[in-house]
């Protein structure tokens, strides 16, 4: 009992129990990091294994007309890879769609990208929903609702509709990619360059554009490859034209020789060399 005017006395804590040595993780804590890298080693590697196996039937000698089987290593392929002129035409009417359709929907989804996110105007809004249409709507509808398009317009379907078929996904995929990069901008910089008196279209071309040229390449990188690799918008909308996948759907009923791996080989070869060259830009723009 304690008087008034008087402290009571402090108690002291009770000391905490010793502790001794920190007890060792459960097993599953020790294996789980195991499980995880080879969970996602096994996912890589079946993502990859169909490219490897393009690459290594390309090296085949098959007996007959299709390169189905393996039946030994051979270089024959790849000492003639423009064995078969039709092949090779295939390949050119891809390359040369997947790049005038890379470039209008490179400049298209860019601006677009820019717009939605710099400014704010009405319907702003739907333009974002309508972006994302294209990406949902199966591939079949659109193919054919493309063809049906041109026969009411009377366009003659060939090269030209194919690149608009497949400009008309591919902006979609610009505006997309490109919006999140360019969602970190500081707009801030074009402000003071046009305070400093640059023109709108100086600044856009000499400050904004460089810094969001990463994300426009990788959209543009993204897109040609998306172009190449079409198969049932461009066969609704091909007319007499007939591009890589087209060849090779057709030769798989026929004779499928290894140069079309040879070829696939090839394409993915250029695909890193295009990547390597732009990670190395994009590094020495960093350290710039």
Do not use: C
């Amino acid at each position: 009992m304690t008087t008034l005017g008087t402290r009571p006395p402090e108690t002291t804590p009770p000391a905490p129990p010793p502790t001794g040595a920190a007890p060792s993780p459960s097993p599953l804590r020790r294996v789980g990091p195991w499980l995880l890298n080879g969970y996602a080693g096994a996912v890589v590697f079946i993502l990859f294994l169909p490219i490897l196996v393009i690459i290594l039937f390309s090296f085949n000698d098959p007996v007959g007309k299709f390169n189905f089987v393996w039946k030994g290593f051979s270089l024959e392929a790849w000492q003639d890879p423009f064995k078969y002129e039709p092949l090779v035409d295939a390949m050119i009417v891809s390359l040369e769609v997947a790049a005038v359709s890379t470039v209008i929907s490179a400049v298209l989804g860019t601006l677009i990208a820019v717009a939605l996110v710099r400014y704010r105007f009405t319907g702003s809004g739907a333009t974002n929903t309508f972006l994302v249409l294209p990406l949902t709507t199966p591939e079949v509808v659109m193919g054919a609702s493309l063809l049906t398009l041109f026969l009411d317009l009377n366009w003659a379907t060939g090269f030209w509709t194919i690149v608009i078929a497949h400009a008309m996904f591919q902006i979609s995929f610009v505006a997309l990619t490109v919006k999140a990069r360019v969602r970190g901008f500081d707009w801030s910089l074009e402000d003071a360059a046009m305070d400093l008196g640059a023109t709108p279209l100086r600044t856009f071309l000499r400050v904004t554009f460089p810094l969001i040229l990463p994300g426009v390449v990788a959209a543009a990188m993204l897109s040609f490859a998306l172009s190449m690799d079409d198969f049932i918008i461009t066969l609704f909308n091909s007319g007499n034209e007939v591009t890589y996948p087209l060849f090779v759907n057709n030769a798989a009923k026929t004779a499928l020789p290894p140069q079309i791996n040879v070829m696939a080989t090839l394409i993915m070869l250029a695909s890193l060399v295009v990547i390597g060259l732009s990670q190395i830009y994009t590094r020495w723009r960093t350290r710039g």
